[in-house]
């Protein structure tokens, strides 16, 4: 069965301090992998697409890399501005037309 | 402005009264989708489109219905609405991959529609 798994489920950090959040995911086929944040009340916003194991994307504090089996999102010197939720998802069914998402890694940054 | 919106952004109506939640992009993209946001369960996926009159299932469809007569328009219809159909709804839409002519690439979402069902 198609899976997508993110961990922690929250992680508090102080502003400065650097981390990692983890999708693993188990389908047949990648077909792509996204990083999104959202804001509480607010839609996903679009952070980056991975396609291939070793690929990795850099925006501001962010870096993603791509593995076969997970994903890290890599928070580097994070700002309370960083805190959101992180989301992961992954096109999955025989067709890979449906997408799945992960439950999510809520982030706090503090001052 | 390249955008997916939605209306209503909040809504409080009784069980069993039919409700129509519109979605426009405006980024000429072929697929679009519904999602529904609960605590504890994430973001979850209910109907998706590939193009015009075509729609399928997506994880959790029973309660809903759509249509997509226009490539712009995937309105989401709760033809008898219940108590556990409260939550947040996303709207998205993406273009398909250009290499493989199946399947969402980067999904761009509305803003969200809060639904109370009593």
């Known amino acids: 069965e198609d899976q997508v798994t993110q961990s922690p489920e929250a992680l508090r950090l102080q502003e400065g301090e650097s981390s990692s959040l983890n999708c693993s995911y188990t389908v047949s086929g990648l077909r792509g992998l996204f990083w999104y944040r959202q804001d509480p009340g607010k839609g996903p916003e679009f952070l980056f697409t991975l396609y291939s194991a070793g690929e990795e994307k850099e925006k501001e504090r962010l870096k993603a890399t791509l593995t076969k089996k997970e994903s890290f999102l890599h928070i580097t010197a994070p700002k309370p501005e960083d805190s959101a939720t992180y989301l992961c998802a992954v096109p999955v069914g025989a067709a890979g037309n449906k997408l799945t998402f992960g439950g999510g890694t809520r982030v706090l940054v503090k001052p | ?118």
């Open chain 2, 1 to 118: 402005e390249a955008q997916v919106t939605q209306n209503p952004r909040y809504l409080i109506t009784v069980t069993g009264k039919k409700l129509t939640v519109t979605c426009s992009q405006n980024m000429n993209h072929e697929y679009m989708s519904w999602y529904r946001q609960d605590p504890g369960l994430g973001l979850r996926q209910i109907y998706y489109s590939m193009n015009v009159e075509v729609t399928d299932k997506g994880d959790v469809p029973e309660g809903y219905k759509v249509s997509r007569k226009e490539k712009r328009n995937f309105p989401l219809i709760l033809e008898s609405p219940s108590p556990n159909q409260t939550s947040l709804y996303f709207c998205a839409s993406s273009p398909l991959f250009r290499w493989y002519a199946r399947g969402p690439e980067t999904q761009y979402f509305g803003p969200g529609t809060r639904l109370l069902v009593l």
